[in-house]
């Protein structure tokens, strides 16, 4: 096998990804000559890769997600129901 990409936060119980968007990823982490615009399309893909080789559900917070801890954990209770009703 081969990586495709990492995830920031793995739930295998739930099989949940979490991935946080943070100014960091869209500036710091592009790649020489690459606009920010296909810097996302490219984590796009990388996001599209790691559902569709695990079957897992992604989930993406921001800063300002991690307010609400409720709200966080009730999106992810909501992303693990839909990865139970698919079987994942």
Known sequence: ???????????????????FDGMRKYHQLRRRGESIEQMVMREKHRED???????????????????????????????AAVAASRGA
């Not at 990409?5 to 739930?14: F, H, K, T, V």
């Open 1 to 19: 096998g081969w990586l495709v990409g990492r995830s920031d936060l793995a739930i295998p119980e739930l099989k949940v990804l979490i991935e």
């Open 49 to 79: 890769r790691l559902r569709e080789l695990t079957g897992w559900v992604v989930v993406r917070f921001v800063w300002s997600d991690l307010a609400n801890p409720r709200a966080v954990r009730d999106r992810i209770l909501a992303a």
